[in-house]
């Protein structure tokens, strides 16, 4: 039981991370982003080849690795997503499934398709009351948590969070009233990548760092986003914690591989019993 | 009530000769060559049906590999596991197709927005793991290997092939110009003034994906008939990406174009064969640019350009010949 709840703790944390920034830049900027999944593996290669090749301190190299992926982000919406955001809404959605899937291929060609290890930054491991965790499960909770937090102080307490709520709530009225939306896609694009990455970044160490590793995030941030309602923040963490306590279930209880299919069978109940998900508005498009 | 009339004589005539060279491909092409040709036109027959839901009414479907993979396990199950011919291995590859798009379709088409999209996605992505997962009846990695096959010689199984692929363009066309098709095309424009209209607009969206299925299903049993083999990477995301990136080489909504597109990609890979590693990229660069600058298509426009040129031309020919 204990085992469960801490367990399914951990995964829920990295999910809401996941899920949180997916449905951030669909609900700024109404583009849902295909190439998430690949933000996250971007993430975890970029600490790999800091750690591995350059030698750089891990704590260093995960904070470049989350930068240099939030620049990635910034070109990509700049370069390849503004320009068609004219056109139908299916031309973004197919480019950014091209952007994830190049990412894919070409870390495929630098790095091969075996595993890599990245370092964990704990390597002690804790007892709660007889179960054993590692000291990065417990790592990749705690800064879930607090990237969580403080993103909702950034969204709630300043300036440029106001004005992310304003382009959200309507892009045509912000823009009348002097905020850049165009500006503001960019940042949210950066800020999305960025705590994707950090997911990325922060599971590496207990996860097979491989090129196609983005696919099956995707797919459950997808799921969680659904599950909370898309667009909406706090939908997306409850959505994540419902998500990671039944996938958890479902594996100690019956078997790792039932709980594949946890998040898709979630997505249809959803979609059949309450479409617009429990914390989205009717209607949302 | 078919509307033959839309169709030209010109374009029936082109769409002839255009079967005409495929079926001297075998009389021209090596062994090697003719197993490339029929991997393409299977290609083909799964582009158009993609073409016949997505394009036609607009809803982008990113898992097609689902209905393909479905099939292909159902023909290469019926055959190993059950020892059945595999002649039926079509129409149960068909109709387990079908009932995956029911699953799925349902819940989905009902909502505006990208849920059929993410769906469709999601499910195959879901499918391929758990071919994987459940390694003892579907052979995991490996996948199914000894299918009987169907027909004895490589080039009767083209001609095979090649049939198929003009009975499936030929229905799925016929639809796509009757009073169904144009309701489609409708939906596509306008979901709200079709449904003002009194069209029931999920109705309409569900069978197209039904029939999508029912193709994409058939045609996945062909390719596990001729390659005798079925594995995972049947439910690949790269494989519905292959099929959609097809689509918009050959033109969306014109069902023909995506045989042109698959034919054509299916080429541009053999000549990138020494690199193969850099094909995917190729593919996605190819998308990139077109999304980018020709976002209607390359062979169905050119069709349309080559034949008002055909008729301007026959016209002045006509006019000389009668002054």
Known sequence: MLDILIYGAVISAVYALLAVGFTLIFGVARILNLA??????????????????????????????????????????????????????????????????????ILLLIFGSEARNVPSLVESSFDFGGVLLSGQRLLAFFCSVAILGGLWLFMQHTRLGAAILAVSQDPEGARYMGIPSDRIFSIVMGLSAAIAAAAGVLVAPFQSVIPGMGLLPLVKAFAIVIVGGLGSIPGSIVGALLLGYSETIVAFKASIEWSQIVSVAAVLIVLIVRPAGF??????? | MLAWGSLSKTDVIGAIIVVAL????????????IGIMTVALCYAIWATSWDFM????????????????????????????FGLSPW?????????????????????????????????????????????????????????????????????????????????????KLIALSPWGTILRAIRGDEATCQAAGINVNFYKICALMISAAFAGFGGALYANYQLQVGPDLFDVALSINIIIMVYVGGMGSIYGPVGGALLLIGLTEGLRSFSEYRLWVYTLVLILILFFIPSGVIAPAW????????????????????
């Not at chain 1, 914390?279 to 498009?285: D, H, L, S, T």
């Not at chain 2, 495929?22 to 060559?33: C, D, K, N």
């Not at chain 2, 004895?152 to 499936?168: E, H």
């Open chain 2, 304 to 323: 349309v350009r080559l034949r008002d040129w055909i008729r301007r031309s026959g016209a002045t020919f006509a006019r000389r010949a009668n002054a």
């Open chain 1, 36 to 105: 998430h999944g690949a933000f996250y593996a971007l993430g975890a290669y970029c600490v790999y080849t800091l750690t591995a090749n350059l030698h750089v301190p891990l704590v260093i190299a995960a904070i470049i690795a989350v930068l240099l992926v939030a620049l990635f982000g910034i070109a990509m919406e700049r370069v390849l997503v503004r320009p068609l955001r004219k056109l139908p809404p299916l031309a973004v959605l197919m480019m950014t499934l091209a952007v994830g899937l190049m990412v894919e291929q």
């Open chain 1, 279 to 285: 914390f989205g508005k009717r209607a949302a498009f």
């Open chain 2, 54 to 81: 997505s394009g036609l009414t607009g809803r982008e479907n990113f898992g097609h590999a689902l209905f393909i993979g479905t099939g292909a396990y159902t023909a290469g199950f019926l055959n190993v596991s």
């Open chain 2, 22 to 33: 495929l079926a001297t491909a075998p009389f021209v092409g090596s062994r090697y060559i």
């Open chain 2, 88 to 172: 039926w291995g079509f129409p149960a590859a068909a109709i387990v197709a079908v009932l995956f798009s029911l699953l799925i379709g349902f819940p989905t088409l009902r909502l505006r927005g990208p849920y059929f999209a993410l769906a469709m996605l999601s499910a195959a992505v879901v499918m391929q793991k758990l071919s994987i997962i459940f390694s003892e009846t579907t052979g995991g990695q490996d996948g199914l290997n000894g299918l009987s096959p169907m027909l004895r010689s490589q080039v009767s199984a083209y001609y095979f092939t090649l049939g198929a692929l003009v009975v499936t363009v030929t229905i799925l």
